[in-house]
C-alpha cells in the first residue's frame, strides 16, 4: 500500500478533512482494487467500506463519550 502522508496542517484548519482525504485516497483506491480483484464487486466493496467507517465512526463516539462518563463520575468522587 502506499504510504499515508502526516497531516499538514493544524486541528484548526478548515480544511483539514480534505487534506485527511487527500492523504488516504492513494491507499483506499489500493484497497478497493485489492478487493475488486479478489472477486468481490465494486458496490459490494464500497457499501463494506461504508460499514466499516460508520462501526468505526459509532465505537470512537461510543468511546469518547464513556471517557467523558468516567471523568465526571471521577470528579463526583
Same mark, same amino acid.
Given at each position: 500500500?502506499?504510504? &499515508?502522508?502526516?497531516?499538514r496542517c493544524d486541528n ?12 488516504? #485516497?492513494?491507499?483506499?483506491? %489500493? ?10 464487486? %465494486?458496490? %459490494?466493496? $464500497? $457499501? ?6 460508520? #462501526?468505526?465512526?459509532?465505537?470512537? &463516539?461510543?468511546?469518547?463519550? &464513556?471517557? %467523558?462518563?468516567?471523568?465526571?463520575i471521577k470528579k463526583r468522587?
Amino acid at each position: 500500500m502506499s504510504d &499515508i502522508q502526516p497531516p499538514r496542517c493544524d486541528n484548526s484548519d478548515p480544511d483539514r478533512r480534505l487534506w485527511c482525504q487527500y492523504a488516504l #485516497h492513494l491507499s483506499f483506491a %489500493e484497497l478497493v482494487s485489492k478487493a475488486v480483484d479478489a472477486g468481490w464487486g %465494486e458496490r %459490494e466493496v $464500497a $457499501a463494506a467500506l461504508v460499514d466499516l467507517a460508520d #462501526h468505526h465512526m459509532l465505537g470512537l &463516539i461510543t468511546s469518547g463519550e &464513556i471517557d %467523558e462518563l468516567l471523568g465526571a463520575i471521577k470528579k463526583r468522587s
